[in-house]
C-alpha cells in the first residue's frame, strides 16, 4: 500500500469541543461453524463511497475494522489485505484518523478461540502484521469489549465456544486482555507512539433487597476488563477470589499486573439495556426474562421498565468511569435500535449528558454515531441469520445508503448547531410513564406500585410541543397512526371530516391556526372504489382537491405534509411490480383522482411525501378483506375471491411506521410502501385462513369479472420499490397479523 501519511491530530486534548466520532458495525462472531459477519451483510465492503458520506458529515475520527478473521481467516500467508488497503488510503484522502479494531465480538479464525491458550500470542503476531503495513495508524482497538465478548461466548452460551459458566467466562476474558497486552506491545514496536482505545460495554444493575448481592457482583465486574488491563486485579480487588475460584491462576494476574496496559481512552459503549434490574418475583414478567445464578431464581429486566427512579444515565456512568480511572472518555458506541423519533432522542439525550461531564471537569472527548450503516439481527444477539436490519445514521434498505434523520442531527451537533426539531422535545419512552410494560414500578426499597394503563393522550401531556395533525380520524389509517403516535410519543391531533374538512381552505385555516403543526398526515380521501365510478364529484373533492389544498397550505408555511395514494394509478399490463418511476394509467374513476392528487399536491409542494400503497389488512379494524375473509370461512360461509388478480398485501402498523420514519427523515415525492411479495386474493384468503387454523372448505376462488364489480381493477398491481424496500416480507407481517389482531368475532355473529 502507497504511504501517503499526513499529520495526525491530537484527538485526546481536553481543550477542544466535543468531538463526533464514527463506526461501521463490523462483529464477525462465531456461532457454532457459521460465522456472522456484519460488513459482508451491509455491503460496505464493496462502497469506498461511504467513507465521502461519514466525511461529509464532519466525522474527522472513525472506528475502522481491520478484522482478523475476515483478513487472515487461514494464515497470514494467505491474508488478504485488499478491502484494508483500499479503505485506508481513502481514509488518508479524506483526512480522517482511523482506530483500528482487530477483533470485534469474535473468537478468532478457526484454527483458535477464545479459550485457547495460544489465542494471545496469534493476536499480536497478527497486530504486528497491521502495524508493519500501516506504520503511520496510531490509535488501535485489538479486542472491542472484551467483557461483554467473554460474557455471551463464556457464560450466556450465545456464541462460540458458547460457555456456560464462570470459568470459561474468566479464562475467555483474561485471554482477551492478555491478547491485548501483547497486540499493543507488538504493535508499540513498530510504532512507538500507537495508543489504546480500549472499549467496553458500561452499564448499572439494581435490584431488589434480596437480590442486592447479586447486583453487587454485576457491578463490580463490569469494571473488570478495564481493571485487569490497567493491573488494579491484586489480591485484595474484591473479585480476586471469584477468579481464583473460577480457575484463572496467581500468575496469570500477577503478569497482567507486571505488564499493565492503561489505555489512553477508556471507550465506553452505551446501550440502554446496559442499565438491569434483578428481581426474584419471577411471576411478575414474562418467562423469557427469567434466568438465575445457582443460588436463587430471578427474572432480569431493562431497569428502565421497572425502576420508578429511572435510569442512572449517561451523566452517572460517566461520572463513574471518570472518578475510577482518571483516563480520558469517548463514547464509543452509541445507538438505539428502536423508532427514528427514540433513536434521535437517545443521541441527543447522550451528546448532551457528555457535554455536561466534560463542563464538569472530566476529560470527555467524543461521542461516537454508531452504527453509520445499522446492523442486522441484534434483535436475537446475532445468534443466527434471519435478515432483521435496523437502520442508523444511513438505511441500507435503498439502493444506496439513505441518510436518516440521525444524519442531520449528528451533524449539527458536530459542528456546534443545536438541533430544533419538536420530537425532540419529548423525552425518550424510558423517561415516560410507558416505560412501565410490566404494569408496575419498584423503588430501590422493592416496594411495588401498581402502574394504570390509562395514559393521558401526549397532546395534553406536552402542550407546548407542536403536534403532528391528522386528517381521516375515524378511518382505518387513521386510527392507526393515532394510536402509533401514541406510542411513539409523537404528539397528535386526530381531527374528522366533521372537524376539517381537508376540500375547504377556510377549515383547513383554521385548523393550521389553533394547531400550529410540524406536520400534517393526511388520511382523510374517499375509499369506496366502486361508488365513485357514479360519484366522480365527491370522489375527486375529497380526493384530489383537499390533497391539492393542503400541498397549497403546507408549502406557504413550511409545514411538512404526507399524503397517500393507490396502486389503482396503474393499468395493470406489467408482469413484474410497479417501481415510482413506472407510467401511470387508470382503469377506473378512483385511480384517476389519486393520479391527478400525485400530481397537483407535487406541483404545488415538491418536498410533500406522497405514499402509494395497497390493500390494507390491520388488527384493528374489521373493513378489510382478510377480516372478511376469515369471518366467512370460519362461519364456513361461502367466500368468493379473486383468483387472478394480483396485488401486494400492506400490513397497517408497517405501513405507518415506515411512513413516519420518512416524515421523520424528511423524504419527500413519491414512495412505494407494502410489504413485499405479491399473491392473488384468493391466495391470500386461503393463507390466512391456513394460519388462523380456520378450514377453507367454502373459499371460491373466481375471476374478477364474476365479481361483477362497477370499477375495473387492473389483474396485477403489484408494488416495488426503486428507492428503498422498507417493510418486511408479506408472509412475515401476514403471520404477525394472526397473532396481534385484536378484533375478534363472537360465536353469535358467526352463527349470524
Known amino acids: 500500500m502507497q504511504d501517503i501519511a499526513q499529520p495526525i491530530p491530537d484527538i485526546t486534548s481536553p481543550d477542544q469541543p466535543l468531538q463526533l466520532w464514527g463506526g461501521v458495525e463490523c462483529t464477525v462472531n462465531r456461532v457454532g461453524d457459521e460465522y456472522i459477519e456484519q460488513l459482508a451483510r451491509s455491503g460496505h465492503v464493496s462502497r469506498l463511497s461511504d467513507y465521502e458520506l461519514f466525511a461529509a458529515l464532519g466525522i474527522r475520527v472513525l472506528r475502522q475494522p481491520i478484522v482478523w478473521e475476515k483478513v487472515a481467516p487461514e494464515s ?44 494471545p500470542d496469534k493476536l499480536a503476531e497478527y497486530a504486528e502484521a497491521v502495524s508493519t503495513r500501516y506504520p503511520w495508524i496510531e490509535w488501535y482497538t485489538p479486542v472491542n469489549e472484551p467483557l461483554t465478548t467473554a460474557r455471551f461466548s463464556g457464560l450466556y452460551g450465545h456464541w462460540y465456544p458458547h460457555g456456560r459458566d464462570d470459568s470459561t467466562f474468566l479464562r475467555a476474558l483474561v485471554n482477551e486482555c492478555r491478547a491485548t497486552i501483547l497486540a499493543m506491545q507488538a504493535i508499540r514496536k513498530v510504532n512507538a507512539k500507537a495508543r489504546l482505545v480500549q472499549t467496553d ?91 438465575g445464578n445457582g443460588r436463587d431464581r430471578y427474572a432480569d429486566v431493562l431497569a428502565a421498565r421497572v425502576r420508578l427512579e429511572g435510569m442512572a444515565g449517561t451523566e452517572v456512568l460517566l461520572k463513574e468511569a471518570w472518578e475510577r480511572y482518571r483516563i480520558p472518555i469517548a463514547i464509543t458506541e452509541c445507538h438505539n435500535g428502536c423508532s427514528r423519533e427514540e433513536q434521535l ?25 454508531w452504527s453509520l450503516l445499522g446492523a442486522f439481527d441484534w434483535n436475537h444477539l446475532v445468534t443466527r441469520s ?118 375547504n381552505r377556510d377549515s383547513i385555516h383554521r385548523a393550521l391556526f389553533e394547531l400550529q403543526p410540524w406536520a400534517i398526515i393526511n388520511t382523510a380521501g374517499y375509499v369506496r372504489v366502486d361508488d365513485a365510478e357514479v360519484d366522480c364529484e365527491r370522489c375527486f373533492r375529497e380526493n384530489t382537491l383537499g390533497p391539492e389544498l393542503l400541498g397549497s397550505e403546507c408549502a406557504d408555511r ?10 389503482l394509478v396503474f393499468n395493470g399490463l406489467n408482469s413484474r411490480p410497479y417501481s415510482e418511476g413506472h407510467e401511470v394509467d387508470q382503469l377506473n374513476q378512483y385511480g384517476l383522482s389519486k393520479a391527478e392528487a400525485e400530481r397537483r399536491v407535487l406541483n404545488r409542494m415538491p418536498a410533500a411525501l406522497v405514499v402509494r400503497t395497497s390493500a390494507f389488512f390491520g388488527p384493528w379494524d374489521q373493513y378489510n378483506f382478510i377480516y372478511a375473509a376469515l369471518r366467512s370461512l370460519a362461519a364456513s360461509r361461502e367466500f368468493r375471491a379473486a383468483e387472478d388478480v394480483f396485488i401486494s398485501p ?94 375478534r368475532w363472537e360465536p353469535e355473529e358467526l352463527a349470524a
Open 76 to 119: 497470514l500467508a494467505t491474508a488478504d489485505w485488499s478491502w484494508p488497503d483500499a479503505a485506508l488510503e481513502k481514509l488518508q484522502q479524506l483526512g480522517m484518523t482511523p482506530i483500528a479494531g482487530l477483533v470485534h465480538h469474535g473468537s478468532g479464525p478457526r484454527h483458535t478461540s477464545l479459550i485457547d491458550p495460544q489465542f
Open 558 to 567: 413550511d409545514i411538512q405534509l404526507l399524503t397517500f395514494s393507490s396502486d
Open 650 to 743: 400492506t400490513y397497517v402498523p408497517d405501513l405507518v411506521n415506515a411512513s413516519l420514519d420518512l416524515l421523520i427523515d424528511g423524504e419527500s415525492g413519491i414512495w412505494h410502501l407494502a410489504n413485499p411479495g405479491e399473491v392473488s386474493w384468493a391466495t391470500l384468503a386461503h393463507k390466512a385462513a391456513q394460519l388462523a387454523s380456520i378450514s377453507t372448505r367454502s373459499l371460491q376462488p373466481c375471476s374478477m369479472t364474476e365479481l361483477n364489480l362497477a370499477a375495473r381493477r387492473p389483474t396485477y398491481s403489484v408494488l416495488g420499490s426503486a428507492r428503498g424496500l422498507m417493510m418486511p416480507p408479506f408472509e412475515d407481517a401476514l403471520q404477525r397479523y394472526t397473532h396481534e389482531r385484536e378484533v
Open 201 to 291: 460495554d458500561l452499564g448499572k444493575t439494581f435490584s431488589t433487597p434480596r437480590m442486592a448481592y447479586q447486583a453487587e457482583l454485576e457491578n463490580e465486574r463490569h469494571w473488570l476488563s478495564f481493571d485487569l488491563l490497567c493491573g488494579r486485579v491484586h489480591k485484595n480487588h474484591p473479585l480476586w477470589a471469584y477468579l481464583i475460584a473460577s480457575g484463572i491462576r496467581d500468575s496469570e494476574l500477577e503478569w497482567l499486573q507486571e505488564n499493565r496496559c492503561p489505555p489512553d481512552v477508556l471507550g465506553i459503549n452505551h446501550y440502554l439495556s446496559g442499565e438491569r434490574y434483578l428481581d426474584e418475583h419471577l411471576e411478575r414478567y414474562p418467562e423469557y426474562a427469567h434466568g
Open 386 to 503: 434471519n435478515g432483521h436490519y435496523e437502520s442508523g445514521v444511513f438505511d441500507l434498505r435503498s439502493p444506496q445508503p439513505r441518510p436518516t434523520a440521525i444524519a442531520s442531527l449528528i451533524k449539527n451537533l458536530g459542528s456546534g448547531h443545536e438541533p430544533d426539531h419538536p420530537l425532540l422535545e419529548v423525552p425518550g419512552w424510558w423517561k415516560r410513564p410507558e416505560r412501565f410494560i410490566y404494569g408496575i414500578s419498584l423503588h430501590d426499597s422493592g416496594e411495588m406500585n401498581r402502574q394504570s394503563e390509562q395514559r393521558p393522550k401526549l397532546a395534553t401531556v406536552y402542550p407546548a410541543v407542536r403536534p403532528v395533525l391528522m386528517t381521516g380520524g375515524r378511518g382505518t389509517l387513521g386510527y392507526a397512526f393515532a394510536r402509533i403516535c401514541e406510542a411513539r410519543g409523537i404528539p397528535n391531533h386526530v381531527l374528522s371530516r366533521a372537524e376539517l374538512d381537508i376540500a
Open 345 to 369: 432522542r437517545w443521541f441527543l439525550e447522550v451528546w448532551r449528558g457528555a457535554e455536561r461531564v466534560k463542563q464538569d471537569g472530566a476529560t470527555v472527548l467524543a461521542v461516537t454515531a
